[in-house]
C-alpha cells in the first residue's frame, strides 16, 4: 500500500527572505526553476504563488525577482530591511540602521 507524501512548509523563523503579491503572481513556476538554493517548491494549487519551504536558506541573489515575468510579484527582504532597530528609554525615539540625521553617540560610561 503507497502512502502518499506531503510538502509541509518549516516552523516559522525570523527570516522572510521572499514574499509573494497573490494578486499578481500568475502561479508559472519560473521562480521555481531558477531558484539556486532551492528555497521555493510549486505550490500544489494552480496559479497560486509557489511556497517559501526554506527561508533560512536563501542566498538573496535575486534571481527569482529578476525572472518572473509578473513584475512586483515578487519581493525581496533582505535582512537589514528587516526592521533592525532600537528605540531610546528616556524619548522613546525610534533609530534604523542607516536612517538620515543618527543620534548622536552615547557618551556616559557604563555602568559596573
Known amino acids: 500500500m503507497a502512502e502518499k507524501a506531503y510538502l509541509v512548509k518549516n516552523p516559522p523563523s525570523a527570516c522572510k527572505a521572499i514574499l509573494f503579491d497573490g494578486d499578481l503572481c500568475t502561479g508559472c513556476l519560473e521562480c521555481v526553476e531558477v531558484c539556486r538554493t532551492d528555497v521555493l517548491?510549486?505550490?500544489?494549487?494552480?496559479?497560486?504563488?509557489?511556497?517559501?519551504?526554506?527561508?533560512?536558506?536563501?542566498?538573496?541573489?535575486?534571481?527569482?525577482?529578476?525572472?518572473?515575468?509578473?513584475?512586483g510579484a515578487i519581493r525581496m527582504e533582505h535582512p537589514l530591511s528587516q526592521r533592525v532597530g532600537w528605540k531610546r528609554k528616556e524619548t522613546g525615539e525610534f533609530f534604523r540602521i542607516g536612517m538620515k540625521n543618527p543620534p548622536a553617540p552615547n557618551t556616559k560610561p557604563p555602568i559596573c
Open 41 to 71: 517548491m510549486p505550490n500544489p494549487k494552480k496559479g497560486e504563488p509557489p511556497i517559501v519551504v526554506y527561508p533560512d536558506e536563501c542566498w538573496f541573489c535575486g534571481s527569482c525577482v529578476a525572472h518572473c515575468p509578473s513584475p
